[in-house]
């Protein structure tokens, strides 16, 4: 972006800015965080909800005319992911960005938001059984484990808008009512897109989801549903075909989208931000149905309060089932493949094709899995203890374009948990384990204990555990599998251990982690098309600290410190030190006006950074290349007016560069031949809404 383009630009925003702080923050306060907070404002024994969930006053004598009550115009909502039991509170807070955004400030991408994305800690997958293989775009997915079951008093909705440079946009709806008492649904929408300022760049993620929960006037029954769709469309570009021609672009081309890139065919890009076609790159979609159910037998009782009698239900033993189904299909495509280009950059000879030029890979799967457990609650006063055991019968169908016809399998494993968080909260412990008896992943396992301790209001907590994971080799190292890998025999079963401890202590602001791993038989790439297995035991340590400083009346430090360290000599390149920091001045002006601004760094010591294969979509080992970059700056103005938050932010001024006069041309680089963009302007606001 030109400076004179970002002056005017910058000058616009402000100037809307200005007058809608000057606007709003004088409206008088009818919603407000506080109101998150009141979880208790519905079961006054004075007080119903009608049929939309709202608050009314008990009145016999007037059952036609009811009146709203004080309450009318405030909201009692609160939520818990699926599999908790803990009920948690909306964050209106304004200020850190990243807790809007699906991905978090610790994974980089190949340089564009909506690229595959990597962490920059070791954080390998911690789970048995069947696993595709394909984890790149994660970060960006509506997952079943951060799926949020809503209860709410009123209709409540939340939207969002995000406006970057290059076309870039960000738009999320959140949609939830309890239509009675006992049952909600949410309906939920995440679509990005990133045109990007290199060739063949774009990236496009769409994301839907809808929950709904049902218990009966009774208590006996209950039931959870989950519909979640996740679409990604990423073009491929390979990396510049040489990145040191970016010296040359402000006294000659002058942009880097003139520069050409390894993959996509010269000239046939575009910077459209509604364009999904993907001509080359990668194209995955994945569909989830859950329905979870169970039925408990228990204890009944009543409590009368003022003439007026509750019914009360003490589960003591639950049959569950769970229901899930899967249907995902993972391909790359490239439908102007340059036989040049493939040899020169990836040593790779394009084989014969039947359909032609086109170069494609898909694996396409269905999931039906059935799972039966028995539960069983020692203590009637405390649903957060529990005893389950189960099993589950998983059924596989696969297509691959390497092989003719449909491929089955299936899975049957057992299931044991143990949890219990005290009536007193002071003690929060969870035991489960997972073995698989029978079937395509017989003797994978997974074990986890955890115990978390409360030491006192001034002290905090203590949380220690560890995990244990023995788990199969990806299917994309099956032989039927059609991506491009060309050694795929001989690999065993990963084992991976993990121990863990974290410190916390709200009232002073710390937080500490410890973090060591103990993996044998780990399986990594090495190439774009290949991978091996490191046999030998190797150790990984990450510690890690974070603090919030007050350094004045509104002035406040934030700061994330990482440090990680192998031992063993293991195919494992990491940062030592990752830290990240903001400057902040923050404070609540003119009663309804919360103000977050200042400088956010982050920083990572050289290292040599994993290179990525868009044919197979895995960040590989490599030992050649190392990335050293500046500091990542950016300048942030966050400000909250009631329920409407506004995000501005100016990112890679670390790009800032004087010796081709004052341009922002010194860019970071994300892995070899991946530079990021010179300065990136955002714009985005959030705006929830109570009706």
Known sequence: M????????????????????????????????????????????????????????????????????????????????FDSTRNRIIDSSVSDYY???????????????????????????????????????????????????????????????????????????????????????????????????????????????????????????????????????????????????????????NDPYSLETRLGKAGAASRNPFNTTVNTGNTYKELTLLYKHHYDLGKKDS?????????????????????????????????????????????????????????????????????????????????????????????????FDTVTGKHSFYNLYGLVEYRNRTRNQKWDMEASGQLYLNGLNSGDYAALVSMKRLLGSRIGSLNIGFQNVNRSPAFIFDPLSSFPLKNRTGFNKENLLRFFLQYENPKIGWKLNAEYFAVSNYIYFDSFFTAKQEATLFNVLHLSAEKKFKLSRNWYWYTDIHLQQTTGGPPVNLPFLYTRNRIAFEGNFFTNLFIATGLEIKYHSPYKADNYSPFLGQFFYQNAYTVNNRPDIAAYLNFRIKSFKTFLRLENLNALSVNNGFKFDHRNFAVEQYPYAGLWVRFGIWWNFVN
């Open 2 to 81: 030109h400076l004179k383009g970002l002056y005017h630009f910058s000058a616009t925003i402000i100037v809307l800015l200005f007058f809608s702080v000057s606007a709003m923050a004088q409206l008088p306060r009818s919603f407000n965080s506080n109101s998150f907070n009141n979880l208790s404002s519905g079961n006054n024994a004075n007080t119903t909800t009608d049929s939309q969930g709202r608050i009314i006053k008990r009145d016999a004598k007037k059952d036609s005319l009811q009146h709203r009550d004080q309450y009318a115009d405030s909201i009692t909502i609160y939520y818990r992911y």
């Open 303 to 399: 409590i009368v309060t003022d003439s007026i009698v509750r019914h009360i239900f003490y589960p003591r033993f639950r049959i569950e089932h769970i229901l899930r189904y899967t249907q995902n299909s993972y391909s790359f495509s490239d439908i102007t493949p340059d036989s040049i280009k493939y040899a020169n950059y990836f040593n790779f000879n394009i084989p014969n094709n039947p359909n032609g030029d086109t170069i494609a890979y898909k694996d396409s799967w269905k999931e039906v899995n059935n799972e039966f457990s028995l539960i069983s609650f020692p203590d009637k006063n405390n649903l957060s203890q529990f005893f389950k055991v189960g099993a589950a019968l998983q059924n596989l169908s696969g297509v």
């Open 99 to 253: 807790s809007r955004l699906p991905m978090g400030p610790n994974y980089h991408t190949l340089g564009t938001y909506g690229s595959a994305a990597q962490s920059y800690f070791f954080n390998p997958l911690m789970k048995a059984g069947w696993d595709p293989g394909l984890h790149q775009f994660d970060p960006y997915k509506f997952t079943l484990e951060n799926t949020k079951f809503y209860q709410t008093t009123r209709p409540y909705s939340e939207m969002a808008y995000l406006l970057g440079s290059k076309s870039e946009q960000l738009i999320s709806i959140l949609l939830t009512q309890n239509k009675k008492s006992n049952f909600n649904y949410s309906f939920e929408y995440l679509f990005s897109s990133t045109p990007g300022y290199l060739k063949t760049q774009n990236n496009s993620h769409n994301s839907f989801r809808i929950t709904a929960h049902y218990q009966t006037k009774n208590k006996h029954y209950e039931s959870f549903f989950i519909f979640l769709s996740n679409k990604t469309a990423a073009s491929e570009n390979g990396g510049l075909q040489d990145s040191r021609k970016l010296d040359s672009l402000s006294s000659s081309l």
